[in-house]
């Protein structure tokens, strides 16, 4: 199992970029399908963006709130996970979490392992 590491949150203006990094720990991060989530005070946390990997390529998801300004990728080579967010919005500050699942990558239910998350905040 791997253990995760945000990193990366900060406060932006409206219309900044931020690129958050989720470091993985452990040999299996390649059998992993990688999602961001975000969890705003008195809301639900909420799936954001994921990405799965296999030897025959790499697909994305993205809640519509997000398309077009966040990017998911992933380096295998460095265990590592990107989110890089562009022309955020107030709208956009919250708790971001890293989370892994082996199951559907956009079924909240089935990421089994978390980091701690970090915040990110845009001022408008």
């Known amino acids: 199992q791997v253990q995760l590491v945000e990193s990366g949150g900060g406060l932006v203006q409206a219309g900044g970029s931020l690129r958050l990094s989720c470091a993985a720990v452990?040999?299996?991060?390649?059998?992993?399908?990688m999602g961001w989530f975000r969890h705003a005070p008195g809301q639900a946390r909420v799936f954001v963006a994921g990405i799965s990997w296999s030897w025959s390529g790499i697909s994305t998801w993205y809640v519509d709130s997000v398309k077009g300004r966040f990017t998911i990728s992933r380096d295998n080579a460095k265990n590592t996970v990107y989110l890089q967010m562009k022309s955020l919005k107030p709208e956009d500050t919250a708790e971001y979490y890293c989370a892994a699942t082996r199951g559907v990558v956009s079924e909240h239910s089935t990421y089994d392992v978390w980091g701690q998350g970090t915040q990110v905040t845009v001022s408008s």
């Open positions: 452990g040999r299996t991060f390649n059998t992993y399908n």
